[in-house]
T-cell receptor
């Protein structure tokens, strides 16, 4: 099945710093989503981005489907950005299930 | 409610017991998914419903796991003869299937602990 790899696995930042999280996937996809899992375990939708670039406030994402990767940019990080960021893909030609990476654990220190 | 809801939020049971976990999807969403998340891992797919029928149950680990969605809305995940290895957070998601759009929205999860 499709493989989804996220890097880095862990990231520690000072408040105000910028960061880039990466998601590589091994096969063609219909759909790609980025989620933030907060300390209470809730998965919060950040982006639905099978291709192209989107921005939402301090966050933006770019997916290059032909090269099988996606990037999540976080600018001017805040302590509330802490948590685990997941990339999830819907493989092309399969059912509509999402396949998740192992996540990037982000810690933003004040 | 506006989002996906799941009950109970926590469930503690003893090995060998039967449990039911409930999911209420976002109103009008036709697709419903169950995932399981173990500590330190990403969620893993269990089963997907389109309407009342299970369109893909390939993620169910064994025949102790079963899920239903009799009226095409609420779904129940049922686990028989629970084992300690079943301990995890069980997540439900729903989506509005449309042309080329399948954004999934997740509930808060049920944390299952099998003693």
């Amino acid at each position: 099945g499709i493989q989804v790899e996220q890097s880095p696995p862990d990231l520690i930042l000072q408040e105000g710093a910028n960061s880039t999280l990466r998601c590589n996937f091994s096969d063609s996809v219909n759909n790609l989503q980025w989620f933030h899992q907060n300390p209470w375990g809730q998965l919060i939708n950040l982006f639905y981005i099978p291709s192209g670039t989107k921005q939402n406030g301090r966050l933006s994402a770019t997916t290059v489907a032909t090269e099988r990767y996606s990037l999540l940019y976080i600018s001017s990080s805040q302590t509330t950005d802490s948590g685990v960021y997941f990339c999830a893909v819907e493989p092309k030609g399969g059912s509509e299930k999402l396949v998740f990476g192992k996540g990037t654990k982000l810690t933003v220190n004040p | 409610g506006a989002g996906v809801s799941q009950t109970p939020s926590n469930k503690v049971t003893e090995k060998g017991k039967y449990v039911e976990l409930r999911c209420d999807p976002i109103s009008g969403h036709t697709a419903l998914y169950w995932y399981r998340q173990s500590l330190g891992q990403g969620p893993e797919f269990l089963i997907y419903f389109q309407g009342t029928g299970a369109a893909d149950d390939s993620g169910l680990p064994n025949d102790r796991f079963f899920a239903v969605r009799p009226e095409g809305s609420v779904s129940t995940l049922k686990i028989q003869r629970t084992e300690r290895g079943d301990s995890a957070v069980y997540l439900c998601a729903s989506s509005l299937r449309g042309a080329m759009i399948n954004e999934q929205f997740f509930g808060p999860g049920t944390r299952l602990t099998v003693l």
